[in-house]
């Protein structure tokens, strides 16, 4: 029990192994639990930044989808008046058709009734002079009352 | 009986013990009172070759574990060991704020293998002296902290290392002014002259002192691991001559058990104890105190 040379047989052996340790156990260790706690924070960092990103890029697919059924709705709602302003157009067109028909028909009628008119015209004057011959059976003269009737005529 | 039993607690307590005999020869002490005779230029064989074995296991095993450190997913003794070493390193960087790599890797070492040494004392205590004897070897005491030349070499190693950092962190101004000027201090402002007298004054009261408490540091260190470690090897002791009676055999198992289990608290402990004193007392000589 008396104190002897182990005392500093220990204190060599205790320098040794702290030296040993300082030197070829300590660092590693700490080196590989530093770096896997450093690989630890970067993935959930990782984790964290692909949440946000998911998040994200959820909001901008939302927008897009709503941009694309905001469009959808205008073009809808272009076709729909430019379906009304066709129908309009076309509805004033065929008016205006029936207008210009009409009015060619009209015009045509009159023709008719005037080339009627010319013709019977034309008929009277003869049946009149063909009635005033037979009337009068002869002794009119024919040249002399043709002015007359030509008048008649015009009156008709 | 009384006698046998004197015999066989002295025997376990006396280490194999290689010096200058009183012929002028060397050679391995034939018993304690020879053993004593041999002075300071003698060495404890048992003590050296348990701590030698022990602090080699300790490197070795975390050395193993440091070579195929990975930074990946940590298997087995690696697991383990970074539990230690985990633990260590956040009671040493709670209570150590100075920069100095030294100091958590020495208190992973304190901790680890003044714990191996303290587990000799679990190992029962007939074993191991038993097989030496049948190899030859007369003394064995297996519990190299039972021995006080251990314990107190590593705490006067701490020792030196406490003045070593002491002296770098303040210079030896600073360091012989620590132990000048601490704790009775002149007042401040006043009479300079006065301020020096008194100074003076207080020096060699405060030397004494201060010489004290630094000299008790590293004695309470190791004489606190020794005494609890040889107390408990004692009682381990005690409670083995109970196997040789046929009447306490069984009470003698029971106790036996039941120390061991509230022994492996102790050791433990005193592991933990002497490793967290050290990185305080390194840390208290790393402290720049304030003007003196």
Same mark, same amino acid.
């Given at each position: #029990?008396?104190?002897?040379? %182990?005392?500093?047989?220990?204190? =060599?052996?205790?320098?040794?192994?702290?030296?040993?340790?300082?030197?070829? =156990?300590?660092?590693?260790?700490?080196?590989? #639990?530093?770096?896997?706690?450093? %690989?630890?924070?970067?993935?959930?960092?990782?984790?964290?930044?692909?949440?946000?990103?998911?998040?994200?890029?959820?909001?901008?697919?939302?927008?897009?989808?709503?941009?694309?059924?905001?469009?959808?709705?205008? =073009?809808? $709602?272009? /076709?729909?008046?430019?379906?009304?302003? #066709?129908?309009?157009?076309?509805? %004033?067109?065929?008016?205006?058709?029936?207008?210009?028909?009409?009015?060619?028909?009209? /015009?045509?009628?009159?023709?008719?009734?005037?080339?009627?008119?010319? %013709?019977?015209?034309?008929?009277?004057?003869?049946?009149?002079?063909?009635?005033?011959?037979?009337?009068?059976?002869?002794?009119? $003269?024919?040249?002399?009352?043709?002015?007359?009737? $030509?008048?008649?005529?015009? $009156?008709? | 009986?009384?006698?046998?039993?004197?015999?066989?607690?002295?025997?376990?307590?006396?280490?194999?013990?290689?010096?200058?005999?009183?012929?002028?020869?060397?050679?391995?002490?034939?018993? !304690?009172?020879?053993? *004593?005779?041999?002075?300071?230029?003698?060495?404890?064989?048992?003590?050296?070759?348990?701590?030698?074995?022990?602090?080699?296991?300790?490197?070795?095993?975390?050395?193993?574990?440091?070579?195929? !450190?990975?930074?990946?997913?940590?298997?087995?003794?690696?697991?383990?060991?970074?539990?230690?070493?985990?633990?260590?390193?956040?009671?040493?960087?709670?209570?150590?704020?100075? &920069?100095?790599?030294?100091?958590?890797?020495?208190?992973?070492?304190?901790?680890?293998?003044?714990?191996?040494?303290?587990?000799?004392?679990?190992?029962?205590?007939?074993?191991?002296?038993?097989?030496?004897?049948?190899? @030859?070897?007369?003394?064995?005491?297996?519990?190299?902290?039972?021995?006080?030349?251990?314990?107190?070499?590593?705490?006067?190693?701490?020792?030196?290392?406490?003045?070593?950092?002491?002296?770098?962190?303040?210079?030896?101004?600073?360091?012989?002014?620590?132990?000048?000027?601490?704790?009775?201090?002149?007042?401040?402002?006043?009479?300079?002259?006065?301020?020096?007298?008194?100074?003076?004054?207080?020096?060699?009261?405060?030397?004494?002192?201060?010489?004290?408490?630094?000299?008790?540091?590293?004695?309470?260190?190791?004489?606190?691991?020794? @005494?609890?470690?040889?107390?408990?090897?004692?009682?381990?002791?005690?409670?083995?001559?109970?196997?040789?009676?046929?009447?306490?055999?069984?009470?003698?198992?029971?106790?036996?058990?039941?120390? *061991?289990?509230?022994?492996?608290?102790?050791?433990?402990?005193?592991?933990?104890?002497?490793?967290?004193? &050290?990185?305080?007392?390194?840390?208290?000589?790393?402290?720049?105190?304030?003007?003196?």
């Amino acid at each position: #029990m008396s104190i002897n040379f %182990t005392i500093l047989g220990q204190s =060599i052996f205790f320098f040794v192994f702290v030296w040993f340790c300082w030197k070829f =156990i300590w660092p590693f260790l700490i080196r590989a #639990m530093r770096e896997r706690q450093q %690989t630890i924070a970067d993935g959930l960092e990782a984790a964290a930044k692909a949440q946000r990103d998911l998040e994200h890029a959820e909001a901008r697919a939302e927008e897009i989808l709503n941009e694309a059924r905001a469009e959808a709705r205008g =073009i809808v $709602d272009d /076709a729909r008046g430019q379906a009304v302003q #066709m129908i309009d157009n076309a509805r %004033t067109d065929a008016e205006s058709e029936r207008e210009r028909i009409l009015k060619a028909a009209q /015009a045509d009628v009159a023709q008719e009734l005037n080339r009627a008119k010319e %013709t019977l015209r034309g008929e009277v004057a003869d049946l009149a002079v063909l009635g005033a011959e037979r009337i009068l059976e002869a002794s009119i $003269d024919r040249d002399r009352h043709d002015a007359l009737l $030509d008048r008649v005529a015009a $009156d008709l | 009986m009384a006698e046998d039993a004197g015999g066989y607690i002295k025997h376990h307590l006396t280490n194999l013990t290689f010096g200058q005999k009183a012929d002028g020869t060397w050679g391995i002490a034939e018993n !304690a009172e020879q053993a *004593a005779a041999m002075g300071f230029w003698a060495i404890h064989v048992d003590s050296m070759f348990w701590s030698l074995v022990l602090g080699v296991l300790f490197c070795l095993v975390f050395w193993a574990a440091a070579r195929k !450190a990975t930074s990946g997913v940590p298997r087995g003794l690696q697991n383990g060991v970074e539990m230690i070493v985990d633990f260590i390193e956040d009671t040493t960087s709670s209570i150590f704020q100075h &920069t100095n790599s030294l100091i958590a890797p020495m208190a992973l070492t304190i901790f680890v293998w003044v714990f191996f040494l303290n587990l000799m004392d679990l190992v029962p205590v007939d074993w191991i002296p038993g097989l030496a004897k049948w190899m @030859g070897i007369e003394f064995m005491k297996v519990v190299p902290s039972t021995d006080p030349n251990i314990t107190l070499g590593m705490a006067f190693s701490v020792f030196a290392l406490i003045i070593f950092f002491g002296i770098k962190q303040k210079g030896v101004g600073g360091f012989i002014g620590e132990l000048l000027f601490h704790p009775f201090e002149a007042p401040k402002g006043g009479n300079p002259i006065v301020r020096i007298l008194l100074k003076v004054a207080f020096a060699p009261i405060n030397l004494v002192l201060e010489t004290v408490t630094l000299i008790a540091k590293p004695v309470s260190l190791g004489l606190r691991l020794f @005494g609890n470690l040889y107390a408990g090897e004692m009682i381990f002791i005690l409670i083995a001559l109970m196997y040789t009676s046929a009447v306490f055999f069984v009470p003698g198992g029971v106790l036996h058990w039941a120390w *061991a289990v509230f022994h492996v608290l102790v050791i433990t402990l005193q592991a933990f104890i002497f490793a967290v004193l &050290t990185v305080v007392y390194l840390a208290q000589a790393h402290d720049v105190s304030d003007e003196h």
